[in-house]
């Protein structure tokens, strides 16, 4: 991101914004799961690793528990690939990693946007082939409308309202030295979604 | 410095190692691991849809057990639908050519075509002429590529999990190929494979069995194992091709053991931390002993397990490659 064109974005969250979001949501997580050692977070590739990683230390510093936290990569269960309609990101494929098991547990799954709700739709099919959990949640930081099925966050960071013509950045400290989620105006802007 | 990597797969086949680049054998090694991820699950569901509702056709010439079963699974791992031909059973023996019979299972919507065939360059006159995309599981005496790129995984997995760097390549790796060299689609793609991720290969063979020109692919070559054994970090003992000796290249199978075979006695002259490696079917006591087949610096099983993943990642590249596709409607058009 160029520093002169820095005018056009609006900041939503700044970091003690975005620290007190995680922080109620792990307050959130923590009081609807008060058997908290059978939680376990999945973070999706990139930017969930992350905020997983957040969430769950929150979580460890209001209930006294530290739950678990593994990786999702989802590409091998999108949409897109399997249609041969996309294929830019065909040389890397991430990696899903987690060493303990999912059976019978809550897996609550973390990603930054929330948009279509592809990416979650390919993750609970992928978490569904490594176990059968008791139940799936969703935690998201932003969502930022424009949903193509029905899917929706159980915890919200905030609710960015449906302009799909809205650019969306999460920018984290682990992978873009800051926190900050920004927000652009381009009328003609395909949507994006993340890291997409 | 080397060229990057390119971030997108663009070939429509896979036909040998020699028309690979560096950065594509990479890109097959660097997808693979995530492939050998979902056949280790532990809850046995060891499957993902990437090539759900395709049809992949097995098309094999000659006989074959390993490949075809290693190519089939690969296929339904990617929840593909498959479908095998055998030569003895198909209209090839009524006389019908290579492109008519491609044309019909292409008719059928096939989308890969795993291809084995006793001719060279039958898979290569096949790609060219057809839009389905074209895997050669083996070609005459010319390569069998997917054999190569398994091998050259296992070599680097064995390699970073020695040295405990997960990031290490193949570069100054020392490969020792032992045995029936003059016959060996296999030898040829692990050459390529090897030379070009910069490893240096030492064949080791009679010299009736070490074919003509070979040092023009830029490796040593020796009649001696002893020498070739010396520094080897990989000794790949070659099948002995017993149904292609007819020609008299080797006076008798039991000279060809007490001088080339790899066994607890040959293994002596070897470094202690040398792998052995065979592409299989073994002769036992042949090539190689029963002993270090089943011993401890074996490998050999890996590269089964290996070679279901990096199939899968073959696959996967050919057939869900927007470049590919790409790369395709331009030729069309």
Same mark, same amino acid.
């Given at each position: 991101?160029?520093?002169?064109?820095?005018?056009?974005?609006?900041?939503? *969250?700044?970091?003690?914004?975005? @620290?007190?979001?995680?922080?109620?949501?792990?307050?959130?997580?923590?009081?609807?799961?008060?058997?908290?050692?059978?939680?376990?977070?999945?973070?999706?590739?990139?930017?969930?690793?992350?905020?997983?990683?957040?969430?769950?230390?929150?979580?460890?510093? $209001?209930?006294?528990?530290?739950?678990? $936290?593994?990786?999702?990569?989802?590409?091998?269960?999108?949409?897109?690939?399997?249609?041969?309609?996309?294929?830019?990101?065909?040389?890397?494929?991430?990696?899903?990693?987690?060493?303990?098991?999912?059976?019978?547990?809550? $897996?609550?799954?973390?990603?930054?946007?929330?948009? &279509?709700?592809?990416?979650?739709?390919?993750? *609970?099919?992928?978490?569904?082939?490594?176990?059968? +959990?008791?139940?799936?949640?969703?935690?998201?930081?932003?969502?930022?409308?424009?949903?193509?099925? +029905?899917?929706?966050?159980?915890?919200?960071?905030?609710?960015?309202?449906?302009?799909?013509?809205?650019?969306?950045?999460?920018?984290?400290?682990?992978?873009?030295?800051?926190?900050?989620?920004?927000?652009?105006?381009?009328?003609?802007?395909?949507?994006?979604?993340?890291?997409? | 410095? #080397?060229?990057?990597? +390119?971030?997108?797969?663009? @070939?429509?086949?896979?036909?040998?190692?020699?028309?690979?680049?560096?950065?594509?054998?990479?890109?097959?090694?660097?997808?693979?691991?995530?492939?050998?991820? /979902? !056949?280790?699950?532990?809850?046995?569901?060891? @499957?993902?849809?990437?090539?759900?509702?395709?049809?992949?056709?097995?098309?094999?010439? #000659?006989?074959?057990?390993?490949?075809?079963? !290693?190519?089939?699974?690969?296929?339904?791992?990617?929840?593909?639908?498959?479908?095998?031909?055998?030569?003895?059973?198909?209209?090839?023996?009524?006389?019908?050519?290579?492109?008519?019979?491609?044309?019909?299972?292409?008719?059928?919507?096939?989308?890969?075509?795993?291809?084995?065939?006793?001719?060279?360059?039958?898979?290569?006159?096949?790609?060219?002429?057809?839009?389905?995309?074209?895997?050669?599981?083996?070609?005459?005496?010319?390569?069998?590529?997917?054999?190569?790129?398994?091998?050259?995984?296992? *070599?680097?997995?064995?390699?970073?999990?020695?040295?405990?760097?997960?990031?290490?390549?193949?570069?100054?790796? @020392?490969?020792?190929?032992?045995?029936?060299?003059?016959?060996?689609?296999?030898?040829?793609?692990?050459?390529?494979?090897?030379?070009?991720?910069?490893?240096?290969?030492?064949?080791? &063979?009679?010299?009736?069995?070490?074919?003509?020109?070979?040092?023009?692919?830029?490796? =040593?070559?020796?009649?001696?194992?002893?020498?070739?054994?010396?520094?080897?970090?990989?000794?790949?003992?070659?099948?002995?091709?017993?149904?292609?000796?007819?020609?008299?290249?080797? +006076? !008798?199978?039991?000279?060809?053991?007490?001088?080339?075979?790899?066994?607890?006695?040959?293994?002596?002259?070897?470094?202690?931390?040398?792998?052995? *490696?065979?592409?299989?079917?073994?002769?036992?006591?042949?090539?190689?002993?029963?002993?270090?087949?089943?011993?401890?610096?074996?490998?050999?099983?890996?590269? /089964?397990?290996?070679?279901?993943? /990096?199939?899968?990642?073959?696959?996967?590249?050919?057939?869900?490659?927007?470049?590919?596709?790409?790369?395709?409607?331009?030729? =069309?058009?």
């Amino acid at each position: 991101m160029n520093g002169d064109s820095s005018t056009e974005y609006t900041v939503i *969250m700044d970091a003690a914004a975005m @620290k007190a979001t995680i922080y109620s949501m792990a307050l959130a997580i923590a009081a609807d799961n008060p058997e908290l050692d059978s939680l376990v977070l999945l973070g999706i590739l990139s930017r969930g690793k992350p905020l997983a990683d957040r969430l769950a230390d929150q979580i460890g510093q $209001v209930a006294g528990y530290r739950p678990p $936290v593994g990786v999702l990569s989802t590409t091998m269960y999108r949409d897109d690939l399997r249609s041969g309609t996309g294929g830019e990101v065909v040389g890397r494929i991430g990696e899903t990693h987690f060493d303990f098991s999912i059976d019978n547990r809550t $897996v609550l799954l973390v990603d930054d946007v929330l948009a &279509a709700g592809r990416t979650i739709r390919a993750a *609970m099919d992928e978490v569904m082939d490594y176990g059968r +959990p008791r139940r799936i949640q969703l935690a998201c930081l932003i969502d930022r409308g424009g949903r193509e099925l +029905p899917i929706q966050a159980d915890y919200l960071g905030y609710a960015l309202g449906t302009d799909a013509y809205e650019w969306v950045f999460v920018r984290l400290m682990e992978s873009d030295g800051e926190d900050v989620v920004l927000v652009k105006h381009a009328q003609d802007a395909p949507v994006s979604e993340g890291d997409e | 410095m #080397e060229a990057m990597a +390119p971030a997108v797969w663009v @070939k429509k086949d896979l036909i040998g190692i020699r028309d690979l680049s560096r950065g594509e054998i990479e890109m097959i090694l660097d997808t693979a691991p995530q492939f050998l991820a /979902v !056949s280790k699950r532990a809850s046995g569901i060891k @499957k993902v849809p990437l090539l759900q509702g395709r049809l992949v056709v097995n098309w094999f010439h #000659e006989p074959s057990t390993r490949t075809r079963t !290693s190519f089939e699974l690969a296929a339904k791992r990617l929840s593909a639908d498959t479908l095998s031909i055998a030569a003895s059973s198909s209209s090839s023996v009524k006389g019908e050519t290579l492109h008519d019979t491609l044309a019909n299972i292409e008719a059928m919507r096939a989308d890969i075509i795993v291809l084995r065939h006793g001719c060279a360059g039958a898979p290569h006159i096949l790609a060219a002429a057809h839009a389905s995309h074209i895997i050669n599981a083996g070609d005459g005496r010319h390569e069998h590529p997917t054999q190569a790129l398994l091998d050259v995984f296992t *070599m680097r997995e064995t390699l970073r999990r020695q040295r405990g760097n997960p990031e290490l390549g193949l570069d100054g790796l @020392k490969v020792a190929i032992i045995g029936d060299i003059e016959h060996s689609r296999v030898a040829r793609s692990n050459i390529h494979a090897l030379t070009k991720l910069g490893a240096s290969i030492t064949l080791c &063979a009679p010299a009736t069995l070490l074919p003509r020109g070979v040092e023009r692919l830029g490796v =040593a070559q020796t009649t001696r194992l002893c020498e070739a054994l010396a520094d080897a970090d990989v000794i790949y003992a070659l099948r002995m091709q017993l149904e292609r000796q007819s020609r008299g290249l080797l +006076p !008798s199978i039991r000279e060809y053991v007490k001088l080339f075979r790899v066994d607890r006695d040959s293994l002596r002259y070897a470094p202690d931390h040398a792998i052995v *490696m065979h592409p299989g079917p073994i002769n036992r006591d042949l090539e190689l002993s029963t002993e270090v087949a089943d011993g401890t610096r074996s490998v050999i099983l890996q590269q /089964v397990t290996n070679g279901v993943a /990096v199939r899968m990642a073959i696959m996967h590249l050919l057939a869900n490659s927007g470049g590919a596709r790409r790369a395709r409607e331009s030729q =069309a058009s």
